[in-house]
């Protein structure tokens, strides 16, 4: 079992910044992998950034330039920088993770962006 508990959610005027983190507790030995989704009202929920074994990271087209994921391995932290937001950035963030063929999920942390 993997628990995996956000934080850093909230209400943001547009062009501002907001930190997620994303804290991992539990069978974490094989945690490689982690990345953050998000859903918006009404929308799939979608791919914002991942992080991969040896730092590789992937970001979706969208969020390219703006946001930074990052992990602190001691910390068994992920974290998700995101700056110059926009109005359609507000959504309900979720930290997720693969592990030995499982899908954990975060409970999710609302971003609000304000134009």
């Known amino acids: 079992q993997v628990h995996l508990v956000e934080s850093g959610g909230g209400l943001v005027q547009a062009g501002g910044s907001l930190r997620l983190s994303c804290a991992a507790s539990?069978?974490?030995?094989?945690?490689?992998?982690m990345a953050w989704y998000r859903q918006a009202p009404g929308k799939q929920r979608e791919l914002v950034a991942s992080?991969?074994?040896?730092?590789?990271?992937n970001y979706a087209d969208s969020v390219k330039g703006r946001f930074t994921i990052s992990r602190d391995n001691a910390k068994n932290t992920v974290y998700l920088q995101m700056n110059s937001l926009k109005p359609e950035d507000t959504a309900v963030y979720y930290c997720?993770?693969?592990?030995?063929?499982?899908?954990?999920w975060g409970q999710g942390t609302q971003v609000t962006v304000s134009s």
């Open positions: 997720y993770a693969p592990v030995s063929g499982y899908d954990y």
């Open positions: 539990g069978s974490i030995i094989n945690l490689n992998a």
């Open positions: 992080i991969l074994k040896f730092d590789l990271t």
